[in-house]
């Protein structure tokens, strides 16, 4: 997607052989910055402090972090540490198991010699799959917001609400929620999308609108609790949001506060659908309010923001009063019968069992009874 005017991904291989070029998602929106990882150490320091956040690209980066292991040492024990370490990083995305596992059955076959050039391509292969995988999800998408622009009147845009940040950013290109939205935009359908500034990282704030500005997309900033009032009276046409992991069974578990939406969408009549590339489908569990862990993260996170001050420069400030303790449920878990429909590469479908096996025949017998 665009920086600037510039085509631009979020993980990169770098020119010198032995690092990985990173966007430190934690400087925005005040600067765009780009890291070098060179080791597994940095891997897993960039997927636990968020300097690449998204499942898709927290599984991406996992991958890169395997090679980033094994072009010092190879053998079967340094193949596992690597996977345990980065595996140890965040709990609740299922992208992350999903692409370790996937490097380790590729390489535990090979001899330790051969493991560095395997791991590599198949970082490669990982994100140029992510990106096509993107482009799909937004060709699905594309035809209901097509459709639900065609009952607006006189040419009004059609009113997407989003929450987090399931764009670009958060995948290695195009997004997962916003591939229907620059698919639209791009097509020239009039869109408007209301940015739920996502409390308590604002990665809706940060990364959302510093993604659609750059793009060209009309955007409004809302504070979390707006949307449900923006429904009530009609100024909300449809719900898109991204997942961290989706159960066989069709629940959502995604960014705090997803939930809310999805109830205040019920209650209004407003479509709720969720963007889901088949990696962050889990086919080994159904009931997603019981067997997905929620990330607690750090209670600094609500008890701090940063932000620029008059005179540019960037601080962070206290918010809350000093002595009082904060929690920080990272994630919550949105009910089937609450989703509209899931935004898949393959199509869309209801958020059932048996719709999503359907689309998915080859996964569906991995489920448990």
Known sequence: MNVAGRSTRTIWPEADGVSVGIIDQTRLPHAFATVRMESLADAAHAIRDMLVRGAPLI??????????????????????RAHATLLATRPTAVNLRWALDRVQARLAPLPPSERPDAARALAVEIC??????????????????????????????????THCNAGWLATVDVGTATAPIYAAHDTGLNVHVWVDETRPRNQGASLTAWELLNHGVPHTVIADNAGGHLMQHGRVDVVITGTDRVTAAGDVCNKIGTYLKALAARDNGVPFYVATPSPSIDWTIRDGRREIPIEERSAAEVARIT??????????VELLPPGSPAGNPAFDVTPARLVTGLITERGVCAATEP?????????????HG
């Not at 972090?65 to 340094?78: H, N, Q």
């Not at 937004?138 to 097509?146: C, K, N, S, V």
């Not at 932000?307 to 962070?316: D, F, H, Q, T």
């Open 59 to 80: 599984g991406a980066t996992a991958a890169w972090g395997m090679w980033l292991a094994l072009r010092t040492e190879s053998g079967d024990a340094a193949l596992n």
């Open 128 to 161: 140029d799959e992510d990106v096509a995988l993107n482009r799909a999800i937004g060709a699905a998408g594309l035809p209901l917001l097509t459709a639900l622009a065609a009952r607006k009147p006189g040419g009004e845009p059609l009113n997407i609400l």
């Open 307 to 316: 932000g620029r001050l008059p005179s540019g420069e960037i601080a962070v």
């Open 355 to 367: 719709a999503l096996a359907s689309l998915f025949p080859e996964y569906a017998g991995r489920t």
